[in-house]
């Protein structure tokens, strides 16, 4: 159960680029379902919640610390960086990008968060990524008013 849950459904088992996949299923998920936004604070809880109980099973079973089949991470962070926005196509696709570049790159204290033991290190980082995306699309909307 524990690689379900952190592969999300086997997304995170793709041969090339993991995180990627499992951030276009994410994308997928949040643009197809139509969440209240009360909705969406739950999903982001739990699924914040499994992949903090399911990362150090599946770390284990895998035989690495953080492997890339592990995904679960990467639907929480890109559920928070659209906690405020609308879900339409373009937004997504927008955070999408985002949220990629923010999770390679690390910036503080992502990289960081990544110490923090057991699940907390393999979620946080994520959710640091999920943080600046959300902070672009909040500072493009209060900028530039979009979206």
């Given at each position: 159960?524990?690689?379900?849950?952190?592969?999300?459904?086997?997304?995170?088992?793709?041969?090339?680029?993991?995180?990627?996949?499992?951030?276009?299923?994410?994308a997928l998920l949040l643009w197809l379902i139509p969440f209240s936004p009360?909705?969406?604070?739950?999903?982001?809880?739990?699924?914040?919640?499994?992949?903090?109980?399911?990362?150090?099973?599946?770390?284990?079973?895998?035989?690495?610390?953080?492997?890339?089949?592990?995904?679960?991470?990467?639907?929480?962070?890109?559920?928070?960086?659209?906690?405020?926005?609308?879900?339409?196509?373009?937004?997504?696709?927008?955070?999408?990008?985002?949220?990629?570049?923010?999770?390679?790159?690390?910036?503080?204290?992502?990289?960081?968060?990544?110490?923090?033991?057991?699940?907390?290190?393999?979620?946080?980082?994520?959710?640091?990524?999920?943080?600046?995306?959300?902070?672009?699309?909040?500072?493009?909307?209060?900028?530039?008013?979009?979206?």
């Amino acid at each position: 159960m524990a690689i379900f849950v952190a592969t999300v459904g086997g997304a995170g088992l793709a041969p090339v680029a993991p995180g990627t996949v499992g951030s276009v299923v994410a994308a997928l998920l949040l643009w197809l379902i139509p969440f209240s936004p009360p909705g969406l604070i739950v999903f982001l809880v739990a699924v914040t919640a499994a992949g903090i109980w399911a990362a150090p099973r599946a770390e284990r079973l895998l035989g690495a610390r953080d492997p890339g089949a592990i995904v679960i991470d990467e639907v929480a962070g890109l559920t928070l960086a659209l906690l405020a926005a609308p879900r339409t196509l373009p937004v997504v696709v927008v955070a999408f990008l985002l949220f990629r570049v923010f999770d390679v790159v690390k910036p503080f204290p992502a990289r960081a968060a990544e110490r923090l033991p057991g699940g907390m290190g393999v979620v946080v980082d994520d959710l640091v990524a999920g943080l600046y995306t959300l902070g672009v699309l909040l500072a493009l909307s209060a900028v530039a008013g979009w979206p």
